[in-house]
């Protein structure tokens, strides 16, 4: 692969000099590529991320789930992407509508930017930023303003209660998952996501820092909204929450940024802890593919095991837990690599 | 062509502005995706707007009031700690990149700062801000 993109480059580079344009058009032409290759990434997991959930979640409850479309319902997925297209696109009278309108766009655009400093192997990455992690958790965080801005904005009291929740849900896990990956930080000596994985060419993370993956996993869970942490859109109380107004293709640009979003807290799990795409034999894409879907599954099984925590449960859990203990963590290994 | 000129190295600043420059061409490009997505389903989709669509969703219930009120406390006290918090976890990152060379004295410095912000972790506990009955 990064043989490939070496070759392509070259040949593109090449072409762009002997047609006696300016450097400036490799850079664009390289911009154009890397993005239309993410965004087609990101379409075709997000079509693929639909239908695993539904085959686990119904092989879980002992059912088939989507049959039909398809080898098992493989393209069960495209299939409703076409019948959201063709939706109508209500709004409602009394939202607030440029607000509205916005919100979609907020969602989805910073997963999209997020993927830039995400390794899929070896120089398989668009740009490996020099604070690559904080870069990270600073515009994942932007979800939160789509949240609430899309709940506030609806003007409906289920999407307003779903909003605010969300909003309250987010930033506090988003605090111990910050503090998590601190300990990560320090063991390699750079925020570069290359140099992280880099730095675990002989052991994973995961071996030194096992409490800050379970408070990185944990608060993971909670920041996509996934089940014990899906108090956002607890579908028996509040129907969904935050985007209930949205319908049509503002409703898909939603959902679409939850699943994509799945899959970016699993890659990064699977790269600040598990290694990256560094693995014996299979090509290093491969491993990264691996071992976030095996995260993606642990998400998954966890919806299916754990039942709903209460709203203040959920609090007290992330404020009065999980963040002593991510500071626990943090101290302890800032001690022990100052003392050598 | 030599990269350093009067001690600045211009390739690495060519490098910086390059990286930027591709994440504002995703900025760009995350937003052009959705507008896209919304422009191409406008040209398929039905446009029929009616006074009943146009209602808010309440489970069949006719809609009573705003839901712009004024919302509980609560959540406003956890932004703030959330703002506290988040923000020295962002000063804590520049610490952990260089922790290996900073050694014991920085960890001690580090580990006050941390201890004042556990300090006004406990007085919030203490004061009741974190509960949410």
């Not at chain 1, 409703?251 to 790269?271: D, G, K, P, Q, R």
């Not at chain 1, 290093?284 to 593919?289: A, K, P, S, Y």
């Not at chain 2, 009943?52 to 969703?57: A, L, Q, R, S």
Request: charged share 15%.
């Amino acid at each position: 692969m990064k043989r490939l993109l070496e070759i392509l480059g070259d040949w593109w580079a090449g072409l762009v000099g002997s047609a006696g344009l300016p450097s400036w058009v490799t850079v664009l032409g390289e911009m154009v590529f890397a993005a239309i290759l993410i965004g087609a990434f990101i379409a075709v997991l997000v079509l693929f991320l639909i239908w695993l959930t539904r085959k686990v979640s119904a092989h879980i409850q002992l059912r088939f789930g989507p049959m039909r479309v398809g080898w098992h319902g493989a393209v069960q997925t495209v299939a409703d992407a076409f019948k959201l297209l063709q939706k109508e696109d209500t709004t409602p009278r009394v939202c607030d509508r440029p607000v509205f309108n916005v919100a979609p766009f907020l969602a989805f655009a910073p997963t999209v930017v997020a993927f830039v400093v995400i390794p899929f192997g070896d120089g398989v990455i668009v740009r490996d930023l020099n604070i690559g992690v904080l870069f990270l958790f600073a515009i994942t965080t932007i979800n939160v303003i789509a949240i609430i801005s899309g709940g506030w904005a609806s003007g409906s009291k289920y999407s307003l209660l779903g909003g605010f929740r969300s909003a309250a849900q987010l930033v506090s896990y988003e605090v111990p998952l910050v503090l998590s990956a601190l300990g990560v930080i320090m063991l390699a000596g750079s925020m570069k996501m290359g140099a992280i994985v880099e730095a675990q060419s002989r052991v994973w993370f995961v071996a030194y820092q096992p409490l800050a993956f379970a408070v990185y996993v944990i608060a993971a869970t909670a920041e996509v909204n996934r089940t014990p942490f899906d108090i956002p859109e607890a579908e028996q109380e509040l129907v969904a929450g935050y985007n209930v107004e949205y319908s049509g293709m503002k409703f898909a640009m939603f959902f679409l940024a939850e699943f994509a979003n799945m899959f970016l807290v699993s890659a990064i799990a699977a790269t600040l802890f598990l290694g990256g795409w560094r693995g014996p034999w299979l090509p290093g894409e491969l491993w990264f593919l691996i071992k976030s879907f095996a995260i993606v599954l642990l998400l998954m099984f966890f919806r299916w095991t754990y039942p709903r925590l209460r709203v203040d449960q959920l609090m007290s859990f992330a404020w009065k837990f999980l963040l002593p203990l991510a500071f626990v963590n943090l101290l302890a290994t800032g001690l022990i690599i100052a003392l050598g | 062509m030599s990269c350093v000129i009067e001690r600045v190295n211009f390739c690495e600043v060519y490098a910086l502005l390059t990286d930027y420059a591709f994440v504002a061409f995703f900025i760009i490009f995350g937003l052009f995706f959705v507008a896209a997505a919304l422009v191409g389903a406008w040209f398929i989709r039905p446009q029929r707007p009616s006074r009943v669509k146009g209602e808010i969703y309440e489970c069949g219930e006719t809609t009573r009031g705003t839901s712009w009120v004024r919302y509980n406390v609560r959540f406003y006290i956890i932004a703030l700690a959330f703002v506290i918090f988040d923000v020295e976890a962002a000063l804590l990152f520049p610490w952990a990149v260089a922790a290996k060379k900073l050694g014991l004295y920085a960890f001690v410095e580090i580990a006050i700062f941390v201890g004042i912000l556990l300090v006004a972790l406990a007085y919030a506990w203490r004061k009741g801000a974190l509960k949410w009955a």
